[in-house]
């Protein structure tokens, strides 16, 4: 998924699913890596997950790291592309610390960090 369908997909899910969560992990960016400069795509990031805090306000928000890739839709400069997304996923990771955590690929295939907090929230009770 594209960084700009986020918000509009999350707000139609708010409308579909009626249920109630708590936690959002998402898995985006890795499409807009090529199409955009870094920067930009780095202030997009900001602007994107401030919406979705306000619009999501008791919810964890979390990311999975955009993975490594063997060819690229937007580029074949894969030394460039490699080093835009590890700039991306620092920045999301620093982004907001207390809210954000990070899937990685390791060795058991994924592992959350930081996720710490119990996905009940009092408001809720």
Not at 1 to 27: A, F, G, S, W, Y
Not at 54 to 77: C, E, M, N, Y
Request: glycine content about 4%.
């Amino acid at each position: 998924m594209r960084l700009r369908d986020l918000i509009p997909k999350v707000k139609l899910l708010l409308k579909i699913n009626k249920t109630e969560q708590d936690i959002l992990n998402v898995h985006v960016g890795g499409n807009d890596i090529g199409r955009r400069p870094i920067l930009d795509l780095m202030c997009a990031y900001e602007q994107t997950f401030e919406a979705l805090f306000t619009l999501l306000p008791v919810f964890k928000v979390g990311g999975s790291q955009i993975l490594r890739r063997t060819t690229w839709r937007h580029s074949a400069d894969l030394s460039a592309m490699s080093r835009s997304r590890q700039r991306l996923n620092i920045y999301a990771k620093k982004h907001n610390p207390k809210t954000w955590w990070v899937l990685r690929a390791s060795s058991n295939y994924s592992t959350t960090f930081g996720a710490r907090w119990s996905t009940s929230h009092p408001e809720r009770k």
